[in-house]
Each structure stands twice: as C-alpha cells, then as structure tokens.
C-alpha cells in the first residue's frame, strides 16, 4: 500500500505511541564553481535554456570528461568542516539509468569510494544538542531540468508536451548522506530541520555554495521509516525527493510518520518508494517505486583518472576553514548577551544571519532582534514561510530601526511602516511619507494636545498637580489619541509634568 487516504490518518501524537521514527536525510548542495563539473560549460543561474551546453554535457559521442579542481577543492572543505575523513584515494562511476533530462543515459557520480566519509555535524533542536552521524559526501553532476506543459498537475502524467533544459546538466554537486538517525521520537522533524539548516549555514559559511533552497540550489531527500516500539529492525522505508525548504522538511517528515503509522496500523506493508511532497497541503504523493543500488549497474568511469588529493593539501585546505556556525553562534550569544533559550530561538526562527546583517548595517543588536523576532517573526508564521522569504531586507530593518531611534518614530508607528514595506508600498522613509506616519515632534503641537487633555480632564490634571502621578497616564493616553498615535510618548509625558508643575 503505496498511500493512503489523509482522513484516515491517526494524529501525530498516536502514531509516535506505537512507534519509533528512523531518518536518513539526504540533501544535495550546487557548487557555486564558474563552470561545470566536467566540462568548461559556465553555470551562471538564469541564462536563456540550452544556451550553456556543449558536446561533453550533452554526452555527444567522442567527448569526454575532465575534473573541475574547484569543486574536488570544494568537496574536500565540505568534508573537513563535516569531520569527515577524507580519502587518499577515490574514482568516480557510472550511474545508469534513463532519465530524459539526462543527456548521456547515465550520471557521473561516486558510488563505493566517496571522497569523504564517515563524519558528523552536532545540531541544538528541542533543548538539547543532537549528533547526525554522516556516512559519506560524494562529488556527481546535476540533470538538466524537464518542464511539462499542459495538465493540472505541473508532472509529466497529463500534460500535453515537455521541454527539456541542459543548462543545469552537469553542474558539480556534492550529495551529503546521513548515517540513520535513531533515538528522536517526537523529535524527529524538529531534529531533520536543524540539520539541514545546520547544514545550510555550514555551507555558506565555506563560501562553496549559496545554497538557496528556493532555487533548487540545496534538495533534501528525507528518508524516513517506522518501527514498533521497543524493537531494533528498521522498517521499510519512502524517500521523499527534492523539498526545498526548511519548513517543508518538517512537514514532509511529519506527514509520513503519520502515513507510515496508518499503513502499518492496517496491516499492510509499507512499498519502499519516492514521495513528492506538496507544498499547499503538506502532504506527500507516490512517485516511482525505488530502486536498489545493483539496479543502477554501477561501473568505473572509464574516461576520468581516480582523484587522490595529497595530504599537504588537504591540510593547507583545513587551514582555510572559516569560523563554522557552531563556533560563530557561540560568539554571536555572547556579544549579544543572550540566553541560550533566546539563541535557539533565534535559530530556530533562521533568523542568526538575518540580524547580523541588520546589525552590520549599523542597528543595534538587541532592537533588531525585537523586530525580526517579534513582528516579522509573526508575520512569518501567519503567512506560512521562512522569516528571511519576507519581503523586506536587514537594510529596510535597520533603516526602521534608525528611524526609530532617531524619534522619528515610536514602536507603534514603526510596525505601521514594516506593514507598508511588506506590502510593497517602497522603503521606510518612503512609506513614512506616503502614509503621513513620522512622529508629532514639534512642541507647540504637542502643548496643544495637552492643554485639551487637562481640560477634557480636569480632575486627573489637578490630581497630577496635587503630586499623584498615576492619573497622568490617562492625560497622556489622551494626547496620544488626538495625535493618532504619532507622538513620543516619552516627550509627552516630560511636557505634561512641566506643564502641571507650574
């Protein structure tokens, strides 16, 4: 039994009751090299199709292939920052199988001798710190990419033709493979989200990749499998292919726990399969039933000599490491003067580079942690996406935050503005200006508003001149009104008490 229906599905809770999820995450990263893989082809993203191609990625006969050093250079980073060891000596193979958006009818690929392997990468999720043990980082090319026109779907079932772009075939790749993650309960797509966003961080942080999951830059392939409690035996796995975000991470795990719980809860069997995971919904579909290794007919690339990176230059290549964001959050907490609970939240959210640039651009830290945490936070999870996918910028941030503490604007009218520039309305300044938001700054405005209050008021100003201050806040509450909201409600309160003192 391939599926099931979702209303028959029993809730999360029930499912992680009877049993005990097992993961494997699989995420492919693009390297960001000048071209690709095998061949001198440039990899630049946009570019009209089939424009950056030529006779090796297109796999015409008599061509043949040559390593791209940047990405074997690349590839060796990536194993060093994963605490990987790194082979003396690997090859690469042949991966066979027919795919229309794979020119040569095979992939170049590593199979039993990766370049890396046996490594880690320690990840904080639900409190505690978790170590994703990785079995091995290998260098293969990317496909080309197949759009199917006509049909409901977007897939190749229904639709009326397909097209076929060889500008990605060929761009160097490097596939992470976890070792099978145990031990996470309910955990378990708390723990799958921090490791591909661990993940993501590292890369970046080596300056070997954007790693942009919106742009198919970094894929999670999330494997996942259900045992009885209490037992040893893995069960029967799906791999859910190609999700490209960090959310979706932990809703396609969270779906098929509870999918993999109502196939077995019926006595059926779980078919080991693809999954494609829907993004409207959150749920997973069938794709192709899943092959096994041998039925790839993995061989030797007979055109490409066996890579064996000398261990000086894996060494001078550790020397290179940059300050890896374990390393980096642990300086960033203390700058910040923050608790270890607000810091993972703050990762959690994705929210670390989002407020060092803000930061960086001349905010101060703790007020550009109040706004991305806080505001944009919720905007973030009322819309349903990542924080940093809203439509403002750490530039537009900071420029809020000087606004602010100039007294240009007071909290109130701040999160008026980053209303406006999410909604497209143009920069901060440009929405103070359209909205008519700045701040009531003048003080004969302001001792006008007032004098209306004490006289609305009477008894609360005389009380405010007996010495009892507690009335004064319903004076100033008034003035705010008048100035809808637009005065500092710092000076109002300095130009009352003067006002009533006399």
């Known amino acids: 039994m391939s599926g099931t229906s979702t209303v028959n599905l029993p809730s999360y809770e029930d499912a992680l009751a009877s049993y005990d ?44 292939p040559v390593v791209n050093a940047t990405a074997i250079e690349s590839a060796i980073r990536i194993g060093l920052a994963l605490n990987c060891e790194i082979a003396e000596w690997c090859r690469f193979a042949r991966k066979n199988y027919f795919y229309p958006d794979m020119p040569k009818n095979f992939q170049t690929s590593q199979y039993d001798e990766p370049i ?74 708390e723990v799958a989200k921090a490791y591909v966003a661990e993940l993501r961080e590292l890369i970046r942080a080596l300056g070997v990749s954007e790693a942009r999951m919106e742009l198919g830059q970094m894929r999670c392939d999330a494997n996942l499998s259900l045992r009885p409690l209490g037992t040893e035996k893995f069960g029967t796995r799906s791999e859910t292919k190609n999700v490209n975000s960090l959310r979706s991470v932990e809703r396609a795990v969270t779906f098929e726990i509870r999918r993999h719980a109502a196939v077995l809860d019926a006595g059926d069997k779980v078919v080991q399969e693809t999954r494609h995971f829907h993004e409207n919904d959150g749920t997973t579909s069938p794709g192709r039933v899943k092959e096994e290794a041998e039925d790839y007919r993995y061989f030797p690339e007979p055109d490409l000599v066996p890579v064996a990176p000398a261990r000086t230059w894996v060494e001078e290549l550790r020397g290179t490491l940059p300050e890896l964001p374990g390393a980096r959050r642990k300086r960033l907490q203390g700058e910040w003067e923050v608790s270890d609970h607000d810091m993972q939240s703050i990762l959690n959210a994705g929210a670390v580079d989002l407020i060092v640039e803000t930061v960086s ?20 999870n009322e819309d349903g996406v990542d924080l940093g996918a809203l439509a403002i910028t750490p530039a537009q941030v900071a420029e809020v935050v000087a606004l602010t503490s100039a007294g240009k604007l007071n909290d109130k009218l701040a999160r008026q503005v980053i209303e406006g520039v999410l909604a497209g309305e143009g920069s901060p300044e440009e929405v103070v200006a359209k909205r008519g938001l700045a701040v009531v700054s003048d003080d004969g405005a302001l001792l006008t508003a007032i004098d209306d209050a004490v006289a609305a008021f009477p008894d609360a100003a005389e009380k405010v001149r007996g010495g009892n ?15 809808r909201g637009q005065a500092d409600a710092a000076r109002v309160r300095e130009l009352l008490l003067e006002r009533l003192s006399g």
């Open 21 to 64: 999820p097992v993961m494997g995450l699989e995420v492919h990263v693009e390297l960001g090299t000048a071209t690709k893989m095998f061949c001198g082809c440039p990899t630049a993203f946009g570019a009209d199709p089939n424009t950056q191609t030529c006779p090796t990625c297109l796999g015409l006969p008599g061509s043949l």
């Open 116 to 189: 890396a392997f046996n490594g880690y990468l320690d990840v904080e999720a639900a409190g505690k710190t978790w170590r994703i043990e990785i079995e091995r980082a290998h260098m293969e090319e990317d496909t080309g990419k197949s759009t199917h026109v006509g049909g409901a779907t977007g897939r190749i079932h229904g639709a009326d033709y397909s097209l076929v772009d060889y500008n990605r075939a060929g761009i160097p790749l490097i596939e992470i493979v976890t070792k099978p993650i145990t031990g996470t309960g309910e955990h378990a797509p």
């Open 469 to 483: 201050l507690g009335p004064a806040g319903q004076l100033i509450g008034a003035v705010m009104k008048a100035t």
């Open 361 to 380: 651009l001349g905010a101060a830290a703790d007020q550009a942690r109040k706004w991305w945490m806080g505001e944009l936070a919720r905007r973030a």
